[in-house]
């Protein structure tokens, strides 16, 4: 189905971080966009505000009259609906033209230029950098987004000039592979998703062949430290980033007062006194990588400057609630344990002197099974550790796999307890935290707006 013959798109699994933004893509272009997902969400609530038409009960029944038709209607689904769902079954039984969600992602890098960041962890935060950089830019973009952007409060720029769209390129279910960027960075390939791809080495063959993807006369940017090796077409460039070596890098770097600021180092041409907008020691290599990109397509120094200083960052990603003389809160969603290492280790440059608590919900049974070590060893680095109940998302309990895992194989020295979630706030009546961060892609972040009140109502009593 080509994009102009489409009138109307139905969404099962609507509500999804990276679903809402094609929903909201189609809105804008005046089509009937309407959708199933299993929960009202505030996501849900704004699509809805938007013009979208959701209903939230699996229901043929409740599928609008301008969905039934399979020659205008295109129909897009999320990985995580199962196969038997009554509605995908419909659709599928009527002959509709069904699609990923990745899938029609690959069809807009057809007809734009795709900007596109893969990689187990760091793919939100740079993807969304990326994209301010350029929508502030003489060059702008469109941009489809894993997280809710603070700049714009959505996850999704709609530009009516740009030819680009930069676009999180997810390997859950080797969505990426849809994918056909004019120019990609890959930030990290540390195994995830077992349960899809069995074993590591076919998970880093999933990145090598995503990198076969990028098209002629566009480039590869590549984390210096990747075990993965590219294989690009012919006409290809690659270069190199990290936080302190490759073709792009960061020197200078100056940490102090609560900001940070670096030179950027490029091929291309330094640029000079750069200033991170959230001022987190893992966006120096992040913001590398974006202003890299950006460079690349004709942004200026000026404009990378500017789009550095003013970034705000995303939801859920190293994101600060409460930040007062005496309390820190900040939640992330970071739920590999990469990613929980890397949130440790820039809140201890951050904090050096101060006591750090995280209260951690694991997510995925699977996940827990296959990195309990080395979650351990991750949470370790912080100075005390509270673990909830593994958040199961789309799976069954697994015999014998729970938090225990990871609690039992903390290191030694780390003060420990496991907590039940839902008496996460009455820990936080009873305590006080210096600085607490909550951790997980589950549903724990629900609780993060009461926590905050309850810090900041210590602090006024402190006064």
């Known amino acids: 189905m080509e994009l102009k013959d489409i009138k109307a798109v139905y969404f099962i699994g609507a509500g999804g971080i990276g679903m809402s933004a094609i929903a909201r893509y189609f809105i804008r272009k005046g089509l009937v966009v309407a959708g199933y997902d299993r929960t009202p969400s505030d ?14 009960e699996e229901n043929v029944d409740e599928i609008p009259h ?23 079954q419909y659709f599928r039984d009527g002959g509709f033209v069904i699609e990923k969600r990745a899938q029609v992602l690959g069809t807009l890098t057809r007809t734009h230029k795709g900007l596109c960041v893969a990689g187990t962890h760091g793919k939100t935060s740079t993807s969304t950098m990326c ?51 004019w120019m990609s960075v890959i930030t990290s390939t540390d195994p995830d998703h077992l349960d899809i791809y069995g074993t590591k080495d076919a998970y880093l063959e999933s990145f090598r062949h995503y990198s076969e993807l990028i098209q002629p006369g566009g480039a590869l940017i590549i984390h210096t430290d990747l075990e993965m090796k590219a294989n690009v077409q012919e006409g ?21 007062d609560g900001e940070i600021t670096f030179d950027f180092i490029s091929p291309v041409g ?22 890299a990109m950006a460079q690349l397509n004709g942004c200026t120094p000026q404009e990378l400057r500017y789009g550095m200083e003013t970034y705000h960052g995303v939801d859920r990603r190293f994101d600060f609630k409460v930040k007062d003389a005496h309390h820190v809160l900040l939640s992330d969603y970071a739920h590999h344990p990469k990613e929980i290492l890397q949130s440790a280790k820039s809140l201890k440059e951050i904090y050096p002197n101060r006591k750090i608590t995280v209260i951690f919900q694991p997510h995925l049974y699977t996940r827990t099974r296959d990195f309990y070590k080395d979650f351990a060893d991750a949470l370790s680095h912080f100075d005390e550790v509270i673990l909830t109940e593994i958040y199961p998302a789309r799976e069954l309990p697994i015999p014998g796999v729970t938090s225990d895992l990871i609690y039992d194989n903390l290191k030694p020295g780390v003060e420990k307890s496991k907590i039940k979630k839902d008496d996460v706030l009455d820990l936080v009546k009873s305590r006080d935290f210096d600085v607490l961060i909550t951790l997980g892609a589950g549903d724990l972040d629900n609780y993060v707006p009461q926590i905050a009140k309850l810090i900041e109502a210590k602090e006024k009593a402190n006064n």
């Open 270 to 291: 330094n640029v000079e006194n750069v200033h991170l907008g959230q001022p987190i020691p893992i966006n120096i290599e992040n913001g590398v990588a974006a202003m």
């Open 43 to 56: 996501l849900t609530r704004h699509l809805e505000k938007e013009g979208m038409l959701i209903h939230y």
């Open 66 to 88: 301008a969905c039934r038709d399979k020659a205008s209607c295109l129909v897009v689904y999320t990985p995580a609906i199962p196969a038997e769902h009554k509605e995908l």
């Open 236 to 256: 290809v460039k690659t270069y190199t980033y990290s936080r302190d070596k490759g073709d792009f890098h960061a020197e200078n770097i100056k940490i102090e």
């Open 131 to 181: 994209a301010h950089i350029m929508h502030q830019s003489h060059i702008d973009c469109n941009a489809f987004l894993g997280g809710i952007s603070k700049n714009y409060g959505t996850n999704y720029i709609l530009s009516d000039s740009s030819d680009f769209v930069v676009i999180e390129a997810d390997e859950f279910d080797r969505s990426f592979h849809w994918l056909r960027p």
